[in-house]
Nanobody, 122 residues
Framework: QVQLVESGGGLVQAGGSLRLSCAAS????????MGWFRQAPGKERDFVARISSGGGSTYYADSVKGRFTISRDNARKTMYLQMNSLKPEDTAVYYCAAGSSIGTMTYDYWYWGQGTQVTVSS
């Protein structure tokens, strides 16, 4: 089992940058595929990006490709999401998640953090 805690959210102007972190506890972080999802008010939780257990494979939603970068440090049991060129439509609660597959659906992930708010002003 793994517990996940996100941090790094906040308020930023359009065009700005933020880096989210997801700190994990438990001994098996390096065995999990990790993902980022986001949920805007009144909308479903959507896939943002995922990274394989070893970090060698990444995949992004089209809406963030070229602007966001997912990475992980297994020694520090931490995953990151570098978000550049932020847009108002990126405003959402961002969640990190851990699972065993390379899927992009919420049901592919077993463990979830509590979320961190990202607000992008225009």
């Amino acid at each position: 089992q793994v517990q996940l805690v996100e941090s790094g959210g906040g308020l930023v102007q359009a065009g700005g940058s933020l880096r989210l972190s997801c700190a994990a506890s438990g001994r098996t972080f390096s065995s999990y595929t990790m993902g980022w999802f986001r949920q805007a008010p009144g909308k479903e939780r959507d896939f943002v990006a995922r990274i394989s257990s070893g970090g060698g494979s990444t995949y992004y939603a089209d809406s963030v490709k070229g602007r966001f970068t997912i990475s992980r440090d297994n020694a520090r049991k931490t995953m990151y999401l570098q978000m550049n060129s932020l847009k108002p439509e990126d405003t959402a609660v961002y969640y990190c998640a851990a699972g065993s597959s390379i899927g992009t659906m919420t049901y592919d992930y077993w463990y979830w953090g509590q979320g961190t708010q990202v607000t992008v002003s225009s």
